[in-house]
Each structure stands twice: as structure tokens, then as C-alpha cells.
């Protein structure tokens, strides 16, 4: 592609009806952290098909050598060569993949003396520490493991859509550990070395991408997921109703208060959206459908000014009717349309 406060836990050991001395916990140093990171991190080198290499990471899944790495690095790739601790290298190849959510499983050799599966954290909180492990401007190509940068989370619940590749990024987090070219598909962590997610997206002004300090990754949960899916041999579907893109707009009431709702930028030729009547300049209001034959016959309505809508047409059941409520020049107006698949724009 863009608290450290650890609290001493106290152990109460008891024998019989005599209670001993507590004894903290230790705590995991930074250096321990970084390495458990960094075992758990490879890079990848990329032939595009002999116009140049392309650089990019990926995240040790499990011991079967499987690794996950944004989809962006790997599409297209004639040969994908791991570069691991030690001046180990493998070849690799793509097993499994969504390319729409940016995610693609590869599979290589294991070698566990450079290897350690990661261990995805709980969760992290703006302001936690962030160390980002990644293969920048391919500097791993220059020998020695992957890169290591710090950081803190800046942001969570990010949610974006490219209007030019149709990929989307749900929920990711925001952080500012200097992230470049080449970082893309590698791991953030925290000060323990556990998982926090995988960066996917660099926000930069520049026509050559470069770090800006804003920097976006798939949380750990929902990236281990969908790996855990791909690997069963499913195939993720995102829901789709037919707009290339969205933008925010601000709703004003009579107080003077306001809340963002969700404009359609364009609306595809073809598309459920289109083929329903509905436009450009449409504000969502709201979306509702019904479970399927095995479920209760009730409505599931969202209130679209409570969630991120992109969260919620990505979750829209593909194949199924949903009815959606729009505002248009001040009119709510009523559109029925089926579900389609979001696929990826080339």
C-alpha cells in the first residue's frame, strides 16, 4: 500500500487457610514484543510479470506455512518469493482469496526456527502503542528481517470503499506508525507482540504514495475471520445495491444540530440500485429485510444514522430482496431491490 500501561496482575496462591505473599506478574519487556512481531512477519517480493518487483508482507497464519497479506500485493503476481529471518527464502503461492475485502491466503514452506504463528490481542483503544512490521520500499530485499516502526492507534471504526477497484475496508484502525509502500500486508501489534490487524491503506495528497502519518488497517478479528473462512474453502460474499461510491452529508435540525447520513455518488448502469429507480444525490434512510424460510417472519430494520453504512451493505444478504428507504429533495421515497455481489473493478 496506510497503553503501554501493562497492570501488574497479582497472583493470590493459598495453602490451606494460609494465603502467601502476591506475586506480580511479569511483564513482557518492549524487546520481547518486538521480537514475537517480528517471528510472526515475513516480506514478499512480487514478480509482476518481469516489468518490476513489487514489495509487500504478510502475517504467519499457522504452522502449515500459511500466510495473510493484502490482496492489492499478490493480484496478479507471476512468482511470490518469502523473505524470512536469517536470510531464509521460500516460494509461495496464492491458495485462497477475497478480493474485494483485500484479504488473500498464501501458503509456503513453514520453517520454525523463523516462523511463529501470530496471536491476535483482544482489541486495542486510541492511544494504545502500535508497532508496525512490514517490508517497506522493499528494504528486507537488503538483507535482515522486516522493518520496525512505532506508533499509536489515532482511530477506530474506519470504514472506506475505492471507487476504482471496488475493494472495501470495514472497521479498520487508524494509526500513525510510518507506513510506505511495501508495508501492505503486514502486521500492527501491540507491546506484547500480539496482533492488532493488517495494513491495507495509506492516506497520502501525493501522487506518489508515501508515509503521511494516517494509516489503516483490518482489524485482527475480523482479518483471522475471513482467513479462517477462505481456509475452510468458502467464499466471502459483500453485499452490494449499486453505487460506485458515497459520500457524507450533514443533516441539520431545528436546533442547530446535525448528523452525517450517507449520499449515493453514482449509481451504476445495471445495478440493483439502478435497475430500482434509484439516483445519484438519493441519502439513504434506512434498509430492511427478512431472514430466510428457517427464520422468524420479521423485519430486521437498521437505523442507518447509527451505523456505518458500508458496515451494513456489506452484511446485506446477496440473492435476497431488501427494501430501502431514501430521502430525495426532501422526500422519503420507498425502493424494493435484490441484493448483488459486490465484485472487483479491473
Known amino acids: 500500500m496506510r497503553v503501554l500501561c501493562l497492570p501488574l496482575v497479582m ?37 509482476d510479470g518481469g516489468r518490476a ?53 498464501l501458503q509456503t514452506t513453514f520453517v520454525p526456527e523463523a516462523m511463529v504463528p501470530a496471536t491476535a490481542a483482544s482489541g486495542c483503544a486510541v492511544g494504545d502503542e502500535v508497532i508496525s512490521v512490514g517490508n517497506p520500499f522493499g528494504t528486507s530485499r537488503l538483507g535482515g528481517s522486516p522493518s520496525v516502526a512505532r506508533g499509536i492507534v489515532s482511530a477506530s471504526s474506519r470504514s472506506f470503499v475505492s471507487e476504482k477497484t471496488g475493494r472495501v475496508y470495514l472497521d479498520c484502525i487508524q494509526h500513525d506508525a510510518p507506513t510506505n ?27 506518489t504514495a508515501s508515509e503521511s502519518g494516517v494509516a489503516f488497517a483490518l482489524p485482527a478479528s475480523a482479518l483471522l475471520y475471513a482467513a479462517q473462512r477462505l481456509l475452510a474453502g468458502e467464499k466471502i460474499h459483500h453485499g452490494w445495491l449499486g453505487a460506485r461510491g458515497y459520500r457524507g452529508v450533514l443533516w441539520m435540525n431545528s436546533q442547530g444540530l446535525g448528523r452525517l447520513g450517507t449520499m449515493l455518488r453514482e449509481v451504476e448502469d445495471g445495478s440493483p440500485a439502478y435497475q430500482a429507480g434509484m439516483q445519484a444525490g438519493d441519502v439513504i434512510v434506512s434498509v430492511t429485510w427478512w431472514p430466510g424460510p428457517n427464520a422468524k417472519t420479521w423485519p430486521a430494520s437498521l437505523d442507518v444514522e447509527r451505523r456505518d453504512w458500508l458496515l451494513v451493505e456489506d452484511a446485506l444478504p446477496v440473492g435476497q430482496q431488501v427494501k430501502v428507504k431514501i430521502s430525495r ?14 465484485t472487483l473493478r479491473r
Open 53 to 105: 518487483d513489487g514489495f509487500g508482507s504478510a502475517i504467519v497464519l499457522n504452522e502449515q506455512g500459511y500466510l495473510v497479506t493484502a490482496h492489492h500485493v499478490v493480484d496478479g503476481a507471476m512468482g511470490i518469493t518469502v523473505l524470512m529471518a536469517g536470510g531464509r527464502a521460500a516460494v509461495a503461492r496464492v491458495v485462497a482469496e477475497d478480493p474485494v475485502g483485500d484479504i488473500a491466503i
Open 329 to 342: 429533495g426532501g422526500r422519503e421515497l420507498d425502493f424494493s431491490l435484490t441484493v448483488a455481489d459486490r
Open 11 to 47: 497472583l493470590l496462591l493459598t495453602a490451606s487457610c494460609v494465603s502467601a505473599p502476591a506475586t506480580p506478574e511479569i511483564v513482557p519487556s518492549a524487546a520481547t514484543g518486538i521480537e514475537r512481531a517480528l517471528q510472526s512477519s515475513v516480506s514478499l517480493v512480487v514478480d
Open 181 to 207: 509502500p511495501g508495508n501492505s500486508g503486514g502486521g500492527i501489534f501491540n507491546a506484547r507482540g500480539q496482533l492488532l490487524g493488517m495494513n491495507v491503506l495509506i492516506n497520502t495528497p501525493q501522487d
